[in-house]
């Protein structure tokens, strides 16, 4: 049985209680949480604190906080030579105070409070000083999900950087789509269709080879009839640059 002590209550924290909690390997010793009432409806009153003084003594001290938050965590931790990670995409491993052994479990995941998912196939990037801290990790790990790395800290910054894009910016996109469709009394439904199959894609296809469109296609009456057509400005630059961009990569092939 490995002994964890999650720290932090945030979606993260939240979506890792409710995970470890179906684990028959792993026991969540504790909780460290500012706000009890944020965990309470995930574990026993007994297992939550928000006093570091009062943490127990576990094998692994996950802290999932902020990034700008981990560095002044690990100070507070009142132990030593205790196995301590971080669940940030782009902290390094040395954001954790040096008095105790350290390491990284960044789960590669979108995560909302309300919103389930299936910790089997969200891919965990694992980084630790040594080989033994390394096998802890990597034992928790794959009781939670089958998709395991080992990623360094530079190479977690490209991923997060990565990440980026094909989340954040692509659900930004999303929005804007909606917004046209709201403008002009469309459904957004209509477009469901299309987002899962664009995405379903990339399971099979190279994106370069699964894009398609009218900057793919060098249209040019088509994206000058679009931008024309676009009512807002900041909507006919972001379609200008990603336009350009798609027609530059076209270039190189």
């Known amino acids: 049985m490995i002994r964890i002590t999650l720290i932090g ?5 939240q979506h890792l209680i409710k995970a470890f909690t179906k684990s028959a390997v792993i026991e969540i010793v504790q909780v460290f949480s500012r706000k009890k009432e944020n965990v309470a409806h995930l574990l026993d009153s007994d297992k ?6 009062d943490l127990k003594e576990a094998d692994l001290y996950i802290i999932a906080v902020s990034d700008n938050a981990i560095s002044y965590v690990s100070r507070q931790l009142p132990f ?7 669940t ?18 960044y789960p590669l995941q979108t995560f909302s409070k309300d919103k389930a998912v299936d910790f089997s196939v969200i891919p965990i990037c694992l980084e630790g000083e040594n080989q033994a801290d390394y096998a802890i990790l990597e034992t928790v790990a794959k009781n939670i999900s089958n998709a395991i790395y080992s990623i360094s800290s530079e190479q977690r910054k490209a991923l997060h950087v990565a990440a980026v894009f094909v989340n954040n910016f692509t659900n930004h996109l999303y929005q804007i789509g909606q917004e046209i469709c709201e403008e002009h009394k469309v459904p957004f439904e209509v477009l469901k269709p299309l987002i899962q199959e664009t995405a379903e894609k990339i399971n099979t296809l190279n994106p370069i ?10 249209d040019s009456i088509t994206i000058d009839a679009h931008l024309e057509y676009l009512s807002k400005e900041n909507q006919k630059n972001i379609y200008k640059l990603i336009t350009q961009s798609i027609q530059d990569d076209r270039k190189t092939l």
């Open 80 to 86: 030593q030579n205790k196995l301590v990670v971080h």
């Open 48 to 53: 939550i604190t928000n006093d570091f003084s």
């Open 9 to 13: 209550s945030g979606n993260v924290a």
């Open 209 to 218: 080879e699964a894009q398609t469109g009218p900057a793919k296609r060098g």
């Open 88 to 105: 940030s995409g782009t902290a390094s491993i040395d954001t954790l105070d040096v008095k105790n052994k350290r390491g990284v479990f």
